[in-house]
């Protein structure tokens, strides 16, 4: 018996793109972009889940330099890098 209310999103995977169908007034994402391998097309993705004049949180560990690497994805990220990969309507607050 499957609950309908849940669905599974994949971020890793190239199907991802094309299940943004739906938008909320609030997104959460904690503790998930750290483990995505394409830090900005997940951005992308989980932002288009946000009407406009909605709320996306992004919640993740936070790198006090950047690394020089976007690829480095482990050990968290500096705000910085996460922000310019966010949409230009997105106000950021830390």
């Known amino acids: ?15 991802a793109c094309g299940l943004v169908n739906e938008k909320y007034d609030l997104v959460l994402c904690s503790q998930v972009i750290e483990h995505l391998y394409d830090l ?3 951005i ?6 946000v009407k406009p ?6 919640g993740f560990p ?7 690497s976007p690829e480095y994805y482990s050990a968290g ?6 922000a310019k990969h966010l949409p230009l309507e997105f106000e950021i607050l830390i």
């Open 1 to 15: 018996n499957e609950d309908h209310r849940f669905k599974e999103l994949d971020l890793n995977s190239d199907a």
């Open 40 to 42: 900005p097309r997940s």
């Open 44 to 49: 992308e993705i989980i932002a288009n889940f």
């Open 53 to 58: 004049g909605g709320y996306l949180w992004l």
């Open 62 to 68: 936070c790198s006090n330099f950047p690394h020089g």
């Open 77 to 82: 990220y500096p705000v910085q890098t996460v």
